[in-house]
């Protein structure tokens, strides 16, 4: 088994990584409304929000499986890919799985180890969905109602997956990684520092175990992890942003095409003032082809990678990363453009010009 | 050319204008101001009498000057009695707010929106979530003011350039003084204590302007920043640290020099990147705070009663008892006397050189005073809507109000309905609370309002 069926790429990471060393993250939930600290208000709204985001019930494996196949891609739309993530999660209910390697070769099932990390990977990046929805200052309580669900709903669904692996981990080095990948992802909101604190222990201890087992499995996606955990980490909390970099390094070696990889290292240069190497990445990401990677990434990345040549002074190279997420958004209107509005008193909206600031052009 | 020499014609003649129309006018005790802003000419004063106004004002006229009259312990009292969001707004260019007691507003206690040349002097701010907040603004002077109980900052200095802030007082404030996304700003002579963090420079990502730098933090007090910080959950506020002197977040070129900072319980200055608060990057902002320099300092009692993540950060590095801490990846930073100053993550710093002082800086602002460009009723829609409808909307969920989609819907083709609901609102919904009336911001801005409200906004 060298890679994970599906094409895990990990942008969860980049929005986990952000913040290791932020202030409680559930704390960016809820609204200025003093009702909020009253928990039965907002038991009350969860419920709500728990009936009104509820999926249409999908029975037996297959009509479950093909839900799944027709909507965990769609990263634009949290309410189909969600319903899509949990018709694949319960569908793993059905399938079951040996206990150890030989086992499964016996009983011809190691497709159904590929299946529980290919849905638990959807999982993963659902997190990284959801973690996209949260408004950086303040969230109204109907949705951060609904986020906090739907977050809870993810974290069960991954359990019980990494439940039913967990045998496996020792002798599935992919396994290993998507479990630090759940213990990164799924702290990122709605979860208390010192439990956020712990899973990222958790998770470097499952990196360097997996770096030092198959440095190539999933792409280099421990590589990616660490490499970012190591370069947004304080020296003297145990960061070495040159290490970091040099896992960074190998994650895009093995994986030029993933433009998340890119982000990532092309920042974790910036920060070293190696802006060189930076630019020299940023070229090579121009050159990545869009119809690799999933649409709302393309987008993201995009935007992402435009900024940072701004900041880097080189126009030029921002307005071809615009113009391609221009294209892209042109041809696949479904997919979020991430214009924020005004929020708390003030927004993005420039109130001379009535621009987006944010916008590239 | 032609047009400077075009603008300064204008400003000439409006200041001259101005000068020979000038009228003191005042307003009787407990009177509605608003009726006198409305009559007042550019270059007028407005004196209020002491008394109880419990209304908001907004001027939105150049070279206006309102002060509260005061009679020992008799102010001109405003009064928001926490249901109104704003006590004295002003987009007037060259506007000064002075001596005015402002109590009990839910959003700004006084408020400059784009306007250059502004003096904010004397007020006494109580329990707003911004006390004093001057925005996009160039060129202004803050300067013996008290504030106190702001859910954010007590003098928040937001997008604007070239401004002083003397001699105020800071206390029981989320933050106490706050340059953010501001370019060229001097804080002297203050006395900040009993905040959760006493001064913050910050850079936000999100915001239109994207940069902040050039800032001197002088000969100020700050000490005791230990209160428990108390801003609703869901603002940025929430994520400052307590327990902290000075904090420096994302911005270049900052200076802390002479001061005293004392028995902050987290540290006495922490200077960290922008990811720090957990805030989503913003793909123009350089994150990092380069070059700060932290010179001539006295530092006693800091960092013994550590809290929050970051003293938990300290604590697992094995520090206390710290004077200044360094996290992220900041470059060309110095610190003088770095033996005689408790420190954690300044390894690569440098050695201050004493030529780098800034001691000698008596103002940030503009000689002669910044230019006065005059809006666009669109301009002022945008401004008044960012200002003061966003205090209880949002565009697409419910906070205090209902979400601005929701209006859209409600008042398509219909803006002078909206109007006439935002001058006089009656109840209509039992699970929102009644909004208050927003007459006095007057036709020409209602107007612009509605307009951009329903024409322009969009996701």
């Known amino acids: 088994m060298s890679r994970s069926p599906r094409h895990l790429k990990g942008t969860l990471l980049s929005t ?40 249409d019930p999908i029975d037996g494996f297959d009509a479950r499986m093909a839900a799944y196949e027709a909507g965990a891609t769609a990263k634009w739309d949290r309410a189909s890919m969600g319903c899509a993530v949990q018709a694949g999660s319960q569908a793993l209910d059905e399938m079951s799985l040996p206990t150890n390697l030989i086992w499964a070769f016996v009983t011809f099932r190691v497709d159904n180890i590929e299946k529980h990390l290919e849905v638990l990977g959807a999982n993963l990046e659902y997190f990284d969905v959801l973690a996209n929805s949260y408004a950086d200052h303040y969230e109204g309580i109907e949705k951060s109602s609904e986020l906090y669900v739907r977050w809870q709903d993810t974290r069960a669904q991954s359990e019980a997956i990494l439940a039913k692996i967990d045998p496996i981990i020792p002798k599935v080095t992919e396994a290993r990684i998507l479990r630090a990948a759940y213990n990164l992802a799924s702290t990122v909101k709605e979860t208390p520092p010192e439990e956020a ?70 920042e974790a240069y910036m920060g070293e003032r190696e802006d060189e190497k930076a630019i020299a990445l940023l070229q090579a990401a121009l050159e990545v082809d869009p119809a690799l990677e999933n649409g709302q990434d393309y987008v993201d990345d995009t935007k992402h990678l435009g900024g940072l040549a701004l900041r880097l002074d080189q126009g030029d190279m921002a307005t071809q990363f615009n113009d391609k997420r221009n294209e892209r958004l042109a041809s696949n209107p479904e997919l979020l453009t991430r214009k924020a509005i005004a929020s708390f008193g003030h927004g993005e909206e420039n109130p001379f010009t009535g621009k987006d600031s944010s916008d590239l052009n | 050319m032609t047009t400077k020499l075009a603008l300064s014609s204008i400003l000439c003649t409006t200041i001259l204008g101005s000068a020979a129309y000038a009228a003191d006018i005042t307003v009787p005790s407990g009177d509605e101001i608003q009726k006198y802003v409305d009559q007042a000419q550019p270059g007028d004063t407005i004196l209020v009498e002491p008394g109880v106004y419990k209304q908001s004002v907004y001027i939105d006229k150049p070279n206006i000057t309102i002060r509260g009259l005061r009679d020992g312990d008799n102010w001109a009292v405003m009064d928001g009695e926490l249901i109104r969001n704003d006590g004295i707004i002003t987009s007037g260019h060259s506007s000064t707010i002075d001596g005015f007691f402002v109590k009990a507003y839910k959003g700004n206690g006084i408020m400059t929106q784009g306007a250059n040349n502004f003096t904010i002097s004397n007020n006494y701010v109580e329990g707003a979530f911004y006390g004093i907040f001057p925005q996009y ?11 106190s109980g702001a859910e954010d900052a007590g003098v928040y200095v937001g997008m604007s350039d070239n401004v002083d802030v003397f001699e105020n007082i800071a206390f029981g404030n989320v933050m106490g003084l706050e340059f953010e996304n501001t370019r060229n700003g001097l804080m002297a002579n203050n006395h900040v204590y009993g905040n959760s963090a006493g001064i913050t420079l910050t ?11 050039n800032l001197v933090i002088r000969d100020n007090l700050i000490e005791d920043n230990n209160i428990e910080n108390f801003a609703p959950a869901s603002s940025i506020a929430s994520q400052v640290p307590r ?128 230019e006065e460009p005059v809006y666009t009723a669109e301009q002022k829609g945008r401004l008044t809507y960012l200002a003061v409808c966003t205090g209880c909307h949002t565009y697409d969920s419910v906070l205090h109000g209902p ?57």
């Open chain 1, 197 to 266: 604190n712990a899973a990222m222990k958790s998770a470097i201890e499952d990196l360097e175990i997996a770096i030092a087992e198959k440095p190539e499995a999933l792409d280099g996606l421990s590589q990616l992890m660490l490499g970012q955990v190591l370069v947004a980490l304080p020296p003297f909390l145990g960061g070495d942003a040159l290490r970091g970099i040099e896992l960074l390094e190998q994650a895009n070696e093995l994986n030029p095409n993933d433009l998340t990889v890119h982000r990532a290292l092309v």
């Open chain 1, 16 to 55: 986990a990584l952000t913040c290791l060393i932020s202030l409680p993250a559930f704390a960016q939930t809820g609204s200025v409304l003093s009702d909020l600290e009253n928990p039965e208000f907002l038991a009350k709204k969860r419920a709500e929000a728990a009936e009104f985001i509820k999926c």
């Open chain 2, 137 to 147: 603004g160039i060129n202004g002077l803050i300067t013996g003011n008290t504030v």
């Open chain 2, 243 to 370: 327990g902290i002197g000075i904090g420096i977040v994302g911005p270049d070129k900052t200076t802390i020099e002479n001061n005293e900072i004392k028995n902050n319980g987290t540290a006495g200055i922490l200077v960290a990147d922008q990811t720090l608060f957990g805030m989503s990057t913003d793909p123009k902002n350089d994150p990092y705070s380069d070059e700060a320099i932290i010179m001539a300092n006295t530092f006693s009692g800091n960092g013994e009663d550590m809290t929050g993540i970051l003293g938990d950060l300290i604590k697992q590095a094995g520090a206390s008892g710290l004077d200044v801490v360094a996290l992220g990846k900041g470059r060309g930073s110095c610190l003088a006397n770095p033996d005689e100053v408790a420190s954690l993550g300044t390894d690569r710093w440098e050695t201050c050189d004493p030529s780098l002082s800034a001691a000698e800086m008596k103002t940030a602002m503009i000689p002669g005073g910044a």
């Open chain 2, 403 to 459: 979400s601005m989609q929701s209006i859209q819907a409600l008042y398509k083709d219909n803006a002078d309905g909206m109007i006439e609901y935002i001058s006089e609102p009656v109840r209509k919904r039992e699970d929102f609370p009644e909004m208050p009336p927003q007459a006095y911001l007057g036709e020409e801005n209602l107007n612009a309002i509605a307009d951009y409200i329903l024409n322009e906004l969009g996701g």
């Open chain 2, 203 to 213: 850079l936000i990502p999100g915001l239109p302007v994207k940069d902040a730098n």
